[in-house]
């Protein structure tokens, strides 16, 4: 039961990390177009 349990921790801790890592995308890609788009479109000739 020992190794069952550790099993199932280790996939909790990666979807756990692959949920944080999916936010902190989510979060990064809904900031990018108001800092980083808008500057590039005004300094464009």
Do not use: D
């Not at 921790?9 to 800092?35: C, G, K, M, N």
Request: net charge neutral.
């Amino acid at each position: 039961m020992s190794g069952l349990n550790k099993m199932s921790q280790l996939i909790l801790t990666a979807l756990f990390a692959l949920a944080l890592s999916f936010l902190t995308f989510a979060a990064s890609f809904a900031e990018v177009p108001r800092s980083e788009f808008a500057p590039v479109a005004i300094s464009q000739p």
